[in-house]
């Protein structure tokens, strides 16, 4: 089985920063693609930031220029630096990886358990 764990997440006020961690662990071949997402009361669950095996990365425009994805193979962790911190910004963050496990490198997709980031105006 394979786990991801987030942290990192608090009380900031506006402007501020956090970094966020999600952490891997289990019977890990590779981790591909990995991804935050965030979800405010009311509202879907929304892609923030995507990095690849590669170490490209994709954003959402409301944070390009904010929020940095960064990626630690050797730890099997990802991070998500987010500065200029908006209330906007504040939601449960999750993340997402697809991770090659088995006998067959199969990939498959697995959540971790969120972590809460909430901005004061």
């Known amino acids: 089985q394979v786990q991801l764990v987030e942290s990192g997440g608090g009380l900031v006020q506006a402007g501020g920063s956090l970094r966020l961690s999600c952490a891997a662990s289990?019977?890990?071949?590779?981790?591909?693609?990995v991804g935050w997402y965030r979800q405010a009361p009311g509202k879907q669950r929304e892609l923030v930031a995507h990095?690849?095996?590669?170490?490209?990365?994709n954003y959402a425009d409301s944070v390009k220029g904010r929020f940095t994805i960064s990626r630690d193979n050797a730890k099997n962790t990802v991070y998500l630096q987010m500065n200029s911190l908006k209330p906007e910004d504040t939601a449960y963050y999750y993340c997402?990886?697809?991770?090659?496990?088995?006998?067959?490198?199969?990939?498959?997709?697995?959540w971790g358990q969120g972590t809460q980031v909430t901005v004061s105006s």
């Open positions: 990095i690849t095996s590669g170490g490209n990365t």
């Open positions: 289990g019977k890990i071949l590779s981790i591909n693609a």
């Open positions: 997402n990886a697809d991770v090659a496990v088995g006998t067959f490198w199969r990939i498959k997709s697995y």
